[in-house]
Each structure stands twice: as C-alpha cells, then as structure tokens.
C-alpha cells in the first residue's frame, strides 16, 4: 500500500524503477512457448479498481514478448483511489511485469488517460526506462505511421462536462460490481468469463451512436495530421475497422474485454481477446486429462 502510495500525486516518479527489482507475489510464469510481438497496444487496465482483471493480464504478460509496449492510458485509475484505497498484490504484479519489459530491454512507451492524468505533467520524461508521452507515432513494418494516444481529447463529455464524467464513472464502476457477482457465479457453475457490461453497450442504440461518433472524430484527427491511421483506448470497446480511408484501431481494456492490440513482424494487425484464450485454454487441458 506504501508503495503504490508514492506514485499518486506529490510523490516521486522516479520510484516507478524501484518495482522491477522487486519479486512480485505471483512468480512470473515460464511460458513453454511465449509469442512475441513487433509491438502491442494495452490500455484501461484500471489498476486500484476492483473490477481490473489484473490476473488475466498477468497470464497475458507471461505469455507474450514485443520490441515495443505502448501503454495507452487509465493504466492506473487515480480517480477511484483518490476516493478509495484499493490495491491487492496483483495489482502491483502487473506494475512489476511492465517495468520488468523496459529493463529487459522492451521499449515501453506510456501515455498517460483522463484516470491517470496525474503522470501528464512528466510527459517528455524517461523513469526506469519507460517513455512518458502525450502523444506518440508508430511507424509499422510495411511502413504506415500510426498515431497512438488514449482518447479522452475527443471525448465531448470529458471536454465540456467534467462533472457528467464523474457521475458515469460511477455508474461505470456500480455495473462492474454486478459484472463480478455475474461472473463469480459463471466460475461456480463451471462457465467462462462474459462480460455484463459489454453485452449491454452493444444492444443501447445510444452507447453504439457514441462509440461510432467517437471513433469518427478520432479517424478524422489522425487523418488530417497526415498519417495512415490511428490506435486509441478510453472507450472500451476493441475494433478495427478504416473510417474515410484512415485505419482506426482501439485496444480495448483489461475490465470488461481483456484485450489487446498486436502487430506482427509483418505490419499485420490483430487484437487478441485474452479471455476467449485462457478458456480455449482450459478446455484442452480438460480434454488431455479426460481422454488420460
């Protein structure tokens, strides 16, 4: 607890590197074949809320290498601990993966959401190997530029009411309470995970019209600073998809989707939805043990 302490508003940065020198609660698993990556886009882990799936990412971070990580934004979710103090050892397990990557030589590059806007101020900055950006672009292997930042700039609400913000987020956080209670029932009955929450984004015709004007702007801002496309996070929700000749990707989060954005060594793109893995996952394991 006095260590993630420091790192909310008034501490020292710096002490970001201490956790890499660290043993994290849950040993780093030895993955028998990790797949690596040319670079992978996570965001909206929403470490210090209870409804962070800290424990797949984990699995995700042991199974997976890139050249680059892009972090992009509300990794850490400073709205909720300012109002609550909450951080189990898996949360700092996740802290400890990541910082881990930049000292093994990954380029880890951070750039900072609305819910960790407390680490805005050191943009421009390097800690423990780990870039700190407003903005970034990411130059792919068939050669497009991509610009990568986090979202909540295009976000009306988040511009002109921030006020409104704060009260969906805590509806946000009141339907991952029922997410968790649906979900450890699902874990009783044998079932894998399911999102609440998503389910019900997709069938509001208002959430679909603000996640598709969303990421319309987001396009069209990429598309007048001249590059090929986009990646961006806040919304939640993983796409891919070319918006008016502009690719427009979103890696999702790590609360509801548990997903990431990956590119391969050839420029091809791809988001991973880690839940649908570690269940494929367990069901073959139960396979080889029942045809045992």
């Not at 700190?132 to 986090?150: C, E, K, N, S």
């Not at 008016?244 to 391969?264: F, K, P, Q, R």
């Amino acid at each position: 607890m006095d260590d993630i302490a420091r790192l909310l508003p008034g501490s020292d940065v710096t002490d970001l590197a201490e956790f890499a020198s660290r043993r994290p609660s849950v040993p780093e698993r030895v993955a028998a074949a990790r797949r690596r990556y040319r670079a992978i886009w996570i965001s909206d882990v929403h470490l210090g809320t209870r409804g962070c799936n800290a424990d797949a990412l984990i699995d995700f971070l042991d199974h997976v290498d890139s050249d680059t990580l892009y972090l992009v934004g509300d990794i850490i979710d400073g709205w909720r601990l300012k109002k609550k103090f909450y951080w189990p050892p898996a949360h700092n397990d996740v802290l400890w993966r990541l910082l881990k990557r930049a000292r093994r030589g990954t380029r880890v590059v951070y750039i900072p959401g609305n819910h960790d806007e407390m680490f805005r101020q050191f943009a421009g900055l390097d800690f423990g190997g780990v870039l700190i950006r407003r903005q970034a672009v990411h130059t792919t292997a068939d050669g497009r530029r991509l610009l990568v930042l986090h979202g909540d700039e295009f976000d009306a609400i988040m511009l002109s009411h921030r006020w409104l913000a704060y009260l969906g987020d805590a509806a946000y956080h009141a339907a991952m309470w029922a997410n968790r209670w649906v979900n450890a029932y699902r874990r009783w009955a044998g079932l894998p995970y399911w999102s609440l929450s998503k389910h019900a984004k997709s069938r509001v015709k208002k959430s679909v019209e603000f996640i598709s004007r969303f990421e319309e702007i987001v396009a069209h801002e990429a598309g007048s600073r001249g590059v090929d496309g986009v990646v961006a996070g806040h919304i939640h929700t993983a796409e891919i998809r070319e918006i008016a000749g502009v690719a427009y990707y979103n890696d999702g989060d790590w609360v509801e989707g548990c997903t990431a954005l990956v590119e391969h060594h050839d420029g091809r793109m791809e988001v991973l939805h880690w839940a649908d893995e570690m269940a494929a996952r367990g069901a073959d394991v139960v396979a080889e043990l029942v045809a045992a």
